[in-house]
């Protein structure tokens, strides 16, 4: 494997130190496409968790509607008792 070069050099011109930078990496700047993509996603993902909340919450309404019926039907099928 050969080594690699330090990150920056110096050289030497008619007695004069040039430095050298070292290499830039590209960096893709995102598309207005890409970048509405992500905000969607975000905004989505958001709405998700929001759907699956009320999901839960439609549960839990319908479990005590069912439990106040029975409580309900229990009271209404009791007979009064005399004191």
């Known amino acids: ?4 070069p330090p990150m920056n050099t110096v050289s030497t011109v008619k007695g ?7 290499p830039v990496r590209a960096i893709a700047i ?3 496409t890409d ?3 992500g ?3 975000l905004l989505m993902s958001g709405a998700r968790r ?6 839960l919450e439609d549960r839990r309404r319908a479990k005590d509607r069912v439990e106040t019926e029975h409580v ?3 009271a209404a099928t009791r007979t009064p008792q005399a004191t």
């Not at 494997?1 to 690699?4: E, K, N, V």
């Not at 004069?16 to 070292?22: F, G, T, W, Y």
């Open 1 to 4: 494997m050969p080594a690699r």
């Open 16 to 22: 004069i130190d040039i430095m050298q930078a070292a």
């Open 30 to 32: 995102p598309s207005f």
């Open 35 to 37: 970048a509405f993509r």
């Open 39 to 41: 905000f969607e996603s």
């Open 50 to 55: 929001n759907a699956w909340t009320a999901v």
């Open 72 to 74: 309900l039907e229990a």
